[in-house]
């Protein structure tokens, strides 16, 4: 006859213990939610403000189309960042759509160093101008599906700036209508926790003054100084941002040459992929582990025009799939021609490890023995690699159907498991 067995720990031990670890639940719960499962852009490009026309995404597709035809198509292109020739003939069917369709996923709109000093009365004037634009494209349909401003930052000399700006911007905007979807603020050059509290405070008080729900106005943190990845006290100022100003930040952006700059590096030798910018990167993913902040690469400055725009690709293409190889899943552009290496590098990575990533997904979801015994945090990040690439439009949901046996919900459930499992409730 079995016995049941019988714990030892009574129940009031059990609640001791529940009592003990009140504060952990709801740290974990308040500060780590996790990725929210939505599309995170590919790149953000960035535009001094009054450049910005509704039809500016759709003036930067054609002159991508055209660079590219112009230098022996997308497919040469593709067979110059090393693809085999059947997948750069699938990658250029889909970068070329791509660039017709929505050539700019994340459009920053700038007040910094791309617009310089100018007068306060010549930028209040552009800041208006800059909402109107926006507006305007938001409601014809043209605006990229991610947009919004960098100001200047909360330094003593630009602050009260850079607060104008902001504020003219959002201000404008809300009066305007209902604010973008997609509206991304993005605060630079950060140097102290205090700065970002400065911004939390500013972007609450435009919310209260402009009745908008709390929480709405999120921003990105440049990080473009040392200080924020070792402050004077010997810690990371930066793996305090998430807790210090909880569900606010939506994004860390790296900065590289600002921060290559701020440690002497030479200009010649700034660069994405500098050990001095794979240390700062790799305290940034740290800092925002489980968080739900995203990541952003910066940007070369290599620019694929005149004679060297064929080298410029290579460069570009590398650097791009040396990111997403370290999980920086966005970086920065910064002219048009840098489009169809940004898309062809990007829709490669996913395509090529799609197969592989299906399969494994497969044999997690259907239970069967293969190769690799996949645990769960592996199939979500399984899942997560082939949602992003869905996301992105590198591959579409048929292929996924077909090679991991998962429609697009279950996929989405797969990588965000505590998602699913909140919006069950």
Same mark, same amino acid.
Do not use: M
């Given at each position: 006859m079995a016995v049941s067995p019988t714990p030892s720990l009574s129940a009031a031990d059990l609640a001791a213990i529940d009592a003990q670890l009140a504060a952990t639940d709801q740290l974990l719960e308040r500060n780590y939610p996790g990725d929210d499962g939505t599309r995170q852009p590919v790149h953000t490009v960035y535009v001094p403000a009054d450049r910005f026309t509704p039809s500016f995404a759709?003036?930067?597709?054609?002159?991508?189309?055209t660079t590219a035809e112009a230098h022996g198509g997308l497919e040469k292109l593709g067979a110059l960042l090393g693809? &085999?020739? /059947?997948?750069? @003939? $699938? !990658? +250029?069917a889909r970068v070329g759509a791509k660039l017709r369709a929505e050539p700019i996923e994340d459009l920053r709109l700038d007040f910094e160093d791309g617009?310089?000093?100018?007068?306060? &009365?010549? /930028?209040?004037? @552009? $800041? !208006? +101008?800059?909402?109107?634009?926006?507006?305007?494209?938001?409601?014809?349909?043209?605006?990229?599906?991610?947009?919004?401003?960098?100001?200047?930052?909360?330094?003593?000399?630009?602050?009260?700036?850079?607060?104008?700006?902001?504020?003219?911007?959002?201000?404008?905007?809300?009066?305007?209508?209902?604010?973008?979807?997609?509206?991304?603020?993005?605060?630079?050059?950060v140097t102290t926790v205090a700065q970002v509290q400065a911004m939390d405070f500013a972007v609450s008080r435009l919310e209260e003054i402009h009745g908008l729900p709390a929480g709405r106005l999120r921003f990105e943190v440049q990080v473009e100084t040392?200080?924020?990845?070792?402050?004077?006290?010997?810690?990371?100022?930066?793996?305090?941002?998430?807790?210090?100003?909880?569900?606010?930040?939506?994004?860390?952006?790296?900065?590289?040459?600002?921060?290559?700059?701020?440690?002497?590096?030479s200009a010649e030798y700034q660069s994405m992929e500098h050990p001095v910018a794979d240390y700062a990167k790799e305290v940034m993913q740290l800092a925002v582990a489980g968080t739900g902040i995203r990541l952003s690469d910066?940007?070369?400055?290599?620019?694929?025009?005149?004679?060297?725009?064929?080298?410029?690709?290579?460069?570009?293409?590398?650097?791009?799939?040396?990111?997403?190889?370290?999980g920086y899943y966005?970086?920065?552009?910064?002219?048009?021609?840098?489009?169809?290496?940004?898309?062809?590098?990007?829709?490669?990575?996913?395509?090529?490890?799609?197969?592989?990533a299906a399969a494994r997904l497969r044999n997690y979801v259907e239970r069967t023995e293969g190769g690799v015994m996949d645990e769960p945090a592996t199939a979500r990040a399984l899942a997560a690699f082939v949602l992003?690439?869905?996301?992105?439009?590198?591959?579409?949901?048929?292929?996924?159907?077909?090679?991991?046996?998962?429609?697009?919900?279950?996929?989405?459930?797969?990588?965000?498991?505590?998602?699913a499992h909140s919006t069950s409730k």
């Open positions: 759709a003036d930067w597709g054609a002159q991508a189309l693809q &085999e020739p /059947e997948l750069a @003939a $699938a !990658v +250029a617009f310089g000093d100018r007068g306060d &009365e010549a /930028e209040d004037v @552009a $800041a !208006v +101008a800059a909402a109107n634009a926006v507006a305007t494209a938001v409601a014809a349909g043209t605006a990229p599906p991610f947009i919004g401003i960098r100001f200047k930052c909360f330094e003593a000399p630009t602050r009260a700036r850079g607060l104008k700006t902001l504020d003219l911007f959002v201000s404008t905007l809300a009066q305007a209508g209902e604010l973008p979807a997609g509206l991304i603020l993005t605060l630079p050059k040392p200080q924020l990845i070792l402050g004077p006290d010997g810690t990371s100022p930066v793996a305090q941002l998430p807790h210090v100003v909880p569900g606010r930040i939506s994004a860390l952006h790296y900065g590289t040459y600002d921060y290559s700059a701020s440690l002497q590096i910066g940007s070369t400055n290599i620019i694929p025009v005149g004679d060297a725009v064929e080298d410029a690709w290579k460069l570009h293409g590398r650097l791009v799939r040396r990111s997403l190889e370290r966005q970086g920065w552009d910064l002219h048009a021609a840098q489009l169809p290496s940004r898309f062809a590098a990007t829709y490669a990575f996913y395509r090529e490890g799609l197969p592989a992003r690439g869905v996301q992105c439009g590198a591959v579409g949901t048929e292929e996924v159907q077909t090679l991991a046996g998962v429609e697009l919900s279950q996929l989405t459930a797969l990588a965000h498991p505590r998602l």
